[in-house]
């Protein structure tokens, strides 16, 4: 899916935007960091992971990780116990995990497509440096939202 495509697809989720934010792949793709995406994977609360269940066969997904679900064929989702303890930015009206967040993410699991989604991040920070005229440590979520929306 391209960013079009993907956001064409969480429409008809149709899924309460205080309710859920965009992680990994998908959180790259809204911060023009890819160009496609080949699913979807969220953070989602009770109530929005409840409003899934109802209209989809979610069941606890063979990922390694906690509290993790599969959706669809197109969509996984993290079950989190609280969204506003997580930095979320909107980008084109949708809520995306903090792309700090994401790369720090990345970083820690180290996969080989982690790397070169971290590294994608961090040439990304290079460009913003440069932009602002700021060392790394300088940049914020909201410069980063400032130089995609440019």
Not at 120 to 140: A, D, L, P, V
Request: aromatic share 12%; net charge negative.
């Amino acid at each position: 899916m391209n960013k079009r495509e993907f956001e064409e697809y969480l429409d008809k989720l149709d899924l309460d935007k205080n309710e859920y934010c965009i992680i990994s792949g998908g959180s790259l793709l809204m911060h023009n960091l890819k160009e496609e995406t080949d699913d979807v994977d969220l953070y989602v609360t009770q109530k929005q992971f409840n409003n899934l269940s109802k209209k989809f066969n979610v069941h606890r997904s063979n990922k390694p990780y906690p509290n993790h679900y599969t959706v669809n064929e197109n969509t996984e989702a993290v079950l989190i116990d609280n969204i506003e303890n997580e930095k979320i930015y909107y980008i084109d009206g949708y809520p995306c995990r903090s792309i700090m967040d994401d790369y720090h993410w990345y970083k820690k699991n180290a996969r080989p497509k982690d790397m070169i989604s971290s590294n994608k991040i961090e040439k990304m920070f290079e460009e913003i440096s440069k932009k602002y005229n700021c060392s790394k440590e300088e940049i914020t979520e909201e410069k980063i939202c400032k130089y995609i929306n440019e």
